[in-house]
């Protein structure tokens, strides 16, 4: 963690609807503050009197610490259930609870190096910040952005204008090519030469994509949207079984040790499992 | 404004807001929001003598007013605890209560050894609501003699400095009969409730929503089974302190605990919302007490029981 992360009262100040999507500016200058490419924000949704109260975790999509007034960040919500449904039912002016910047950014390579970005859905968002960042240190960019149909596409004229070159994929080919962002991932590699790739979206995805990288070579980081209790690192929900530079597995939390992780170092057929060589798994023995 | 202080047994503590155990990790992660001096104690995840994997995920699934989890006791084993999160807490003048775990008596009592003598332990909870390995995994809280075994072990090998406390699981038909029990076998107070066991079932994947299958109860939703715990425990066993807990989101929700008879109490599930809760209820408690003209906690520390005697024979006399 880079930056500690404060609980402000956000006044939303623009709601626009994306897509299936509706991008949320909020204003929240501590959390603008210490933004860096692959934080998150962890939101309360329902209310003072809630009955809902777990937050909900939502990549920061950009920040502007320095905007006309106070700082803001923007972030975009996808309705799933009742608490991002809540959310979207706001209107500009509300206010909302707001707790970050949160997670372990992207870690950005030492000098240029030619980079693959690679979103699923509106996992994109979290990657417009950092291709803004990656080009301002020089390293050419080259987005794949995919999606099951193009109205859940996210960001793909933002990435165009930035990088220039998107390949777009859909599942039902409503929008650029019929298939999945690793049909294209190798072509966008070998093009720009890229020393490494960057993704967000589904675990499925996230997987595919760190094989794809493995089979050239790179590394890939790869930012998780895990279900979460807290985001701040107490409630142990959302752990993954990762890899550590020992060589050794543990069950380390998606919201401090990351969101992003090297993709090599996830165990992907081991989520949802207690693999035996995991440290602590031979103490599990006899419990329920 | 009103005197805060309040006492669980022999510790002394300036406030009777703390953590509650596997709702703060060891303090570390929340002090980035407040000062973990500020609460009465930090109460520690519940570590247990090797380091934990904890369970498969998913491991929580958010319930109406609640959540279920099924971490599975995470963690990093005793000698790692004691270097590394002990270390810390005492660094940051946090007044400390550990929470200790076990799958078997001994295990308790290796833990509880390691933990003798350290200047930032004031008191040790005992997670008795682990399946014990020796009796086909039935739950030590749920079994009186497994409990009053433990407890009196766990007595026998801490420090005397540090008083025991005992947390009982609401799961059980009489948990007065738990908590005398663990008083014949010389517990230094009840920490109140631990979670209710329950499930969900997930109607998309038709599977449990858990990958431990059942999972705790906590959060507002328990609230009422705690406050009826600390009651029921504080008209048994008056003599003893409680530490209350279970679904404490507001100043007012604390406050009924210690009018039910807690000595203090552990906010937990709240924190996962709100970061900052633990402090907030302090602050709101005071507030309360003060609008009240209540000069002192310790005056209102089991109020609830001085109600006119009519309604106390009418609840005595109905049935659950």
Redesign the interface.
């Known amino acids: 963690m880079t930056a ?4 402000e009262v956000a006044e939303i100040f623009a709601m626009q609807k994306v897509g299936e999507y509706v991008q949320f500016t909020v204003v929240a200058p501590g959390v603008a503050q210490g933004f860096e490419p692959g934080h998150f924000v962890a939101v ?1 949704v329902g209310g003072e009197n809630t ?5 909900r975790a939502f990549a920061l999509y950009g920040a502007t610490p320095n905007g006309d007034f106070a700082g803001t960040v923007q972030f975009v919500v996808a309705a799933h259930r009742a608490g991002t449904r809540w959310l979207l039912e706001r209107k500009v002016g509300d206010r909302i ?1 707001v ?1 970050g910047p949160l997670g372990t950014p992207f870690p950005l390579p030492s000098g240029p190096a030619p980079a693959v970005l690679v979103g699923g859905g509106y996992g994109t968002a979290v990657l417009i910040p950092l291709a803004q960042a990656l080009i301002t240190h020089g390293s050419p960019v080259e987005f794949v952005v995919g999606a099951s149909t193009a109205s859940r596409l996210f960001g793909e004229l933002v990435a165009k204008r930035l990088a220039g070159s998107v390949t777009v994929t859909t599942d039902d080919g409503s929008a650029g090519h019929r298939g999945v962002v690793t049909d294209v991932l190798p072509g966008a590699i070998t093009r720009i030469g890229a020393e490494v790739v960057y993704a967000c979206g589904p675990m499925p995805m996230l997987r595919a994509v760190g094989e794809v990288a493995r089979d050239h070579a790179i590394h890939a980081q790869v930012a998780v949207e ?2 979460m ?2 985001g ?9 079984p990762v890899r550590g530079d020992d060589g050794r597995s ?2 380390v939390r998606s919201c ?1 040790e990351g969101p992003v992780f090297d993709a090599d170092r996830v165990r992907w057929h081991d ?4 693999p035996s060589d ?7 023995g ?3 | 404004m009103a005197d805060m202080r309040t006492n669980l047994a022999w510790f002394q503590l300036p406030n009777p807001i703390l953590t509650a155990s596997g709702c703060a990790a060891a303090g570390r992660e929340l002090h980035q929001f407040f000062d973990v001096a500020d609460l009465g104690a930090v109460v520690t995840k519940s570590i247990m003598s090797r380091a934990r994997s904890g369970r498969p995920t998913p491991r929580m699934a958010e319930t109406p007013s609640g959540m279920l989890n099924s971490i599975g006791l995470q963690g990093p084993g005793i000698e790692s605890f004691i270097k590394n999160d002990l270390a810390w807490l005492a660094q940051h003048g946090a007044r400390t209560v550990v929470s200790i775990a076990g799958t078997h008596t001994d295990e308790f009592v290796e833990v509880a050894r390691k933990l003798r003598g350290h200047p930032a332990v004031s008191m040790l909870e005992v997670n008795i609501s682990c399946p014990n390995v020796e009796s086909r995994g039935q739950v030590f809280a749920c079994d009186a003699i497994a409990s009053s075994r433990v407890i009196g072990a766990v007595r026998r090998a801490a420090d005397p400095a540090q008083p025991v406390f005992a947390k009982l699981s609401p799961d059980v038909t009489d948990i007065t009969h738990i908590a005398r029990a663990c008083a014949d076998a010389g517990v230094d107070g009840f920490s109140l409730i631990n979670t209710l066991l329950g499930m969900v079932i997930d109607t998309d994947t038709m599977a449990p929503a858990l990958g431990g299958v059942t999972g705790g109860l906590s959060g507002p939703a328990i609230r009422p089974v705690a406050v009826r715990c600390v009651w029921q425990v504080k008209q048994a066993v008056p003599h003893l302190p409680i530490l209350g807990m279970g679904g404490i989101r507001t100043g007012l929700d604390a406050l009924q605990f210690l009018l039910a008879g807690a000595s203090a109490v552990s906010v937990g599930t709240a924190v996962f919302g709100d970061p900052t809760a633990p402090v907030r209820i302090l602050r709101e408690l005071e507030q309360t007490l003060d609008e009240r003209g209540i000069a002192a906690v310790s005056d209102v520390i089991g109020r609830a029981h001085r109600a006119p005697a009519a309604l106390l024979s009418a609840a005595a006399a109905s049935p659950r």
């Not at chain 1, 500690?4 to 609980?7: L, N």
């Not at chain 1, 701040?232 to 993954?240: D, H, R």
């Not at chain 1, 989520?271 to 207690?274: A, C, I, K, M, T």
């Open positions: 500690a992360p404060v609980q309360a009955s809902m109260l777990l937050r609870d707790v895990e279900a209790a807290c701040i690192g107490v409630c142990m929900t959302c752990v993954l543990r069950f401090v989520v949802g499992r207690l995991l440290i602590g798994a031979d103490a599990m006899g419990g329920h």
